[in-house]
């Protein structure tokens, strides 16, 4: 609740989250990235500040539950609702690897995953729960499938994310610098402009 009253003065946290894009590391950008991820903690979402926006976006139950990483790119006009991840995929081994980028006027309904590297046309809806790791075509309906797929060699799972200047990797908890340098250019290539 209090840094919903510390908003306030910027108009509405997409105004603040355009002060956080702001080029340079000056204290008052530090602290509009921390006013703005102190928003997002406080409502159990994580928006990135560098997620790309054409025009802002419809949540028709506020920033509730809502992942968004650093590298998406979403349309104008779009519907999300509450629970829905829209994530980048970072393990370099995947046939997803890479961010979501999605169309203007789509509408997506609680719980929905997009993930990695897949491309969104306009005027998409994708069901409650959908887990999309897959290309879309415009004017499209996605629905809920299941199917399990199972792999006889063993699938790695490290989450990559660059901090402190360098790319990491977690296993039990705590983070390792990568030193494989095929994965550091794979990385590089795909998230880093």
Not at 38 to 51: L, N, R, T, V
Not at 142 to 168: A, D, G, L
Request: aromatic share 12%.
């Amino acid at each position: 609740m209090i840094f919903r009253l510390l908003i306030k003065p910027f108009g509405n946290i997409w105004k603040l989250k355009a002060l956080c894009n702001i080029e340079h590391d000056s204290f008052l950008t530090k602290v509009h990235r921390f006013l703005y991820n102190s928003y997002q903690f406080e409502h159990g979402s994580a928006i990135s500040y560098k997620a790309t926006f054409t025009g802002t976006p419809n949540l028709p139950y506020g920033i509730k539950q809502i992942i968004i990483s650093d590298n998406a790119k979403i349309g104008k006009n779009c519907v999300i609702f509450q629970q829905v991840t829209i994530q980048d995929d970072t393990l370099p081994s995947s046939t997803s690897f890479g961010s979501p980028i999605i169309g203007d006027n789509c509408y997506i309904y609680p719980g929905a995953k997009i993930i990695g590297n897949v491309i969104i046309g306009d005027n998409v809806q994708i069901a409650s729960n959908a887990v999309v790791t897959y290309n879309i075509p415009s004017n499209s309906l996605v629905t809920c499938e299941e199917k399990i797929i199972r792999r006889e060699k063993k699938i790695q799972n490290k989450y990559y994310t660059f901090t402190n200047n360098q790319w990491v990797y977690f296993d039990n908890n705590t983070s390792f610098p990568v030193e494989d340098k095929e994965i550091i250019h794979k990385l590089q290539n795909k998230f880093q402009q």
